[in-house]
C-alpha cells in the first residue's frame, strides 16, 4: 500500500534529538546529496549534487504536518535522503512552520553550504542546528567525506554561522577506524568552534563499515574535556511507533536499530 505522506516520516526517537517528526524536502527515490560519506546508510550517493533548487512546493510539506498529531512531538526535523540544505526554499519551509506555529525545527546538515550566506539564513531560523564534522583538514575530509570538497570553506562556513546563530548549535562527528586516529585533532577544532553540545556518533545501523567500540568512544571522549558531549553509545533507546515504517527506513534508515 502507497504511504499517506510523501514528504514526512516517522516519528521516531533520535537520542541526539528526542522525539522526532521527519521532514524530507528533497523527497526523491534516489538520494540527492553533496557528500559520499563512506558510512551512509543509504549507500552511495545517486545523485551528487551541488545546486540548490526547489524539489518540494514548501505550502504541500506544510499540508502533511497539519495531518500529524504533535502533541508528542520535539522537533520537526529537516533531514531524510539527502543533504536539506539543497532544498532552496528550506528557509521559507521553517518560516512558515515557526509561523504557524506547529512545532520547534532542527535541521540536520553535513556542513558543506554553510559557507553559502543564503544557507546560513535559512538555517538560522531553526531551533537547534546539528553540524557535521567528521574530519580536521582536507586530506582527512576527502577520506571520510568524499572527493572535491573544499574542507577551508565548509569549515569557515561552521565557524560564520556560530558567531550570530542563536538557537542551539551541535557539532555531529562520526567516528570509524578511519578517522578514529584523528580523535585528538578533531576535539581540539570542536573545542574552537564552541558549540552547545558535541556528538559522537558510529555507524550502529546498517553499513558499508564497522562502528567503533564502546571502549574505543570512551577512550575517544576524554579527548574533549570539559565539553558537553553525548554519544550514542550511552543513548537510551526509546520506542516510538511510525507512521509509515517502510518510509522511515527508506529515509532514515533502520530506526529499530539504535
Not at 7 to 24: E, K, N
Not at 160 to 178: N, P, T, V, W, Y
Not at 216 to 231: C, I, Y
Request: aromatic fraction near 8%.
Amino acid at each position: 500500500m502507497d504511504s499517506p505522506f510523501k514528504y514526512i516520516y516517522g516519528p521516531v526517537y533520535s537520542w541526539r534529538i528526542g522525539r522526532s517528526l521527519g521532514i524530507d524536502p528533497l523527497s526523491a527515490v534516489d538520494k540527492i546529496c553533496n557528500m559520499n560519506c563512506v558510512y551512509c546508510q543509504l549507500g552511495l550517493t545517486t545523485h551528487l549534487s551541488h545546486t540548490r533548487k526547489e524539489y518540494v512546493k514548501s505550502e504541500d510539506i506544510i499540508a502533511e504536518i497539519k495531518r500529524v498529531p504533535l502533541d508528542a512531538v520535539d522537533y520537526l526535523t529537516f533531514s531524510g535522503r539527502g543533504e536539506p540544505t539543497l532544498a532552496k526554499n528550506l528557509g521559507q519551509m521553517i518560516h512558515l512552520i515557526k509561523a504557524q506555529r506547529l512545532g520547534r525545527v532542527a535541521v540536520i546538515t553535513n556542513s558543506v553550504l554553510m559557507h553559502q550566506k543564503e544557507v546560513r539564513l535559512d538555517l538560522s531560523q531553526a531551533d537547534f542546528v546539528l553540524a557535521k564534522l567528521d574530519a580536521f583538514d582536507q586530506e582527512s575530509f576527502q577520506s571520510v567525506n568524499g572527493k572535491e570538497l573544499n574542507f577551508e570553506k565548509m569549515l569557515g562556513g561552521i565557524r560564520e554561522f556560530r558567531q550570530d546563530f542563536k538557537g542551539k548549535f551541535a557539532l555531529q562527528i562520526m567516528l570509524i577506524e578511519d578517522n578514529l586516529d584523528d580523535v585528538c585533532e578533531l576535539a581540539a577544532l570542536a573545542r574552537d568552534l564552541n558549540p552547545d553540545e558535541i556528538q559522537l556518533n558510529t555507524p550502529l545501523r546498517p553499513c558499508p563499515v564497522k562502528p567503533i567500540e564502546r571502549a574505543e568512544m570512551d577512550w575517544a571522549k576524554k579527548f574533549f574535556g570539559d565539553e558537553k558531549v553525548v554519544t550514542v553509545w550511552d543513548s537510551q533507546r526509546q520506542d516510538y511507533k511510525p507512521l509509515d515504517p517502510e518510509a522511515t527506513i527508506r529515509r532514515h534508515g533502520n530506526y529499530l536499530k539504535p
